[in-house]
C-alpha cells in the first residue's frame, strides 16, 4: 500500500527552465511533508519541507506547493541548474501518528544543459 | 566529520551469515532512524529510536532483524541468517529531536549484498 506515489520515475528539463515534480499521497492523517534530493551514492538530503496549515513554501530557487483537497505537492525548481540533477523524494508524516516518515519511489530528475 | 556516519559503506557477505551495520549520529541529535532501499524502490522505514528506546518496530521486516542503540548515541543494525532478499543500501538518519517538523539528515548509507 503505497501511501506517498511519485507517478514519474523520470523528468528531464532544459537548463534554466521550470522543473515541477509531482507527489500525491493518500492518508489524510499526514501533515507535514518534505522533499529529499539524493545524488548516487550518497544518502538523501534534505531539501524543503511545508506544514499542512500552508499551500506555499518558497526557499531560493525551490518552492513547494500544497493542494490538501487534492492530496497532491509539488516542487518547483526555477531555473533549474545541472547540479539539480538528482533522484527526488517526496516524504510525509503526520504528528499524531507514530513519527514514521514515509517516502515515495523517486523521480530522478535530469538537466539538460 | 559533523554529519551521520554509517560503516561499513559495503558490505558483501553469504547467504546464512550474520551482518552488523552501525551508525554514528550527528553529536546532540535524539533521535535516530533505519531505512533500507532496495533496487528500485524507495526508501522503507525499518525503526526508530528516541534516545535509546524504540517504540516503533513494525518496520522491521522479520525477526532477523534487530537494532539497537546505547548511550543515546550510536545504533547498530543486525541481520542474522541474511537472505538475498536483504540486498539494499541501509540508511541511517538522526534528527534533533523527535516530531514531525524535525528535518532528518541522513548517512550516505551501507550497501549489503548477500550473494
Known amino acids: 500500500d503505497q501511501q506517498v506515489k511519485q507517478n514519474s520515475p523520470s523528468l528531464s528539463v532544459q537548463e534554466g527552465r521550470i522543473s515541477i515534480l509531482n507527489c500525491d499521497y493518500t492518508?489524510?492523517?499526514?501533515?507535514?511533508f518534505l522533499w529529499y534530493k539524493k545524488y548516487p551514492a550518497e544518502g538523501p538530503t534534505f531539501l524543503i519541507s511545508?506544514?499542512?496549515?500552508?499551500d506555499k513554501n518558497e526557499d531560493g530557487r525551490f518552492t513547494v506547493f500544497l493542494n490538501k483537497s487534492a492530496k497532491h505537492l509539488s516542487l518547483h525548481i526555477v531555473p533549474s541548474q545541472p547540479g539539480d540533477s538528482a533522484v527526488y523524494f517526496c516524504?510525509?508524516?503526520?504528528?499524531?501518528?507514530?513519527?514514521?516518515?514515509?517516502f515515495g519511489t523517486g523521480t530522478r530528475l535530469t538537466i539538460i544543459p | 566529520g559533523a554529519g551521520v556516519s554509517q560503516s561499513p559503506s559495503n558490505k558483501v557477505t553469504e547467504k546464512g551469515k550474520d551482518v552488523e551495520l552501525r551508525c554514528d549520529p550527528i553529536s546532540g541529535h535524539t533521535a535516530l532512524y533505519w531505512y533500507r532501499q532496495s533496487l528500485g524502490q524507495g526508501l522503507e522505514f525499518l525503526i526508530y529510536?528516541?534516545?535509546?528506546?524504540?517504540p516503533d518496530k513494525s518496520g522491521l521486516p522479520s525477526d532477523r532483524f534487530s537494532a539497537e542503540r546505547t548511550g543515546g548515541s550510536v545504533s547498530t543494525l543486525t541481520i542474522q541468517r541474511t537472505q538475498q532478499e536483504d540486498s539494499a543500501v541501509y540508511l541511517c538518519?538522526?534528527?534533533?529531536?523527535w516530531g514531525a517538523g524535525q528535518p532528518q539528515h541522513f548517512g550516505d548509507g551501507t550497501r549489503l549484498s548477500i550473494l
Open positions: 511545508i506544514s499542512s496549515i500552508k
Open positions: 516524504a510525509a508524516i503526520s504528528n499524531f501518528g507514530n513519527e514514521k516518515l514515509t
Open positions: 492518508n489524510s492523517m499526514f501533515d507535514y
Open positions: 538518519a538522526s534528527s534533533l529531536a
Open positions: 529510536f528516541q534516545g535509546n528506546s524504540a
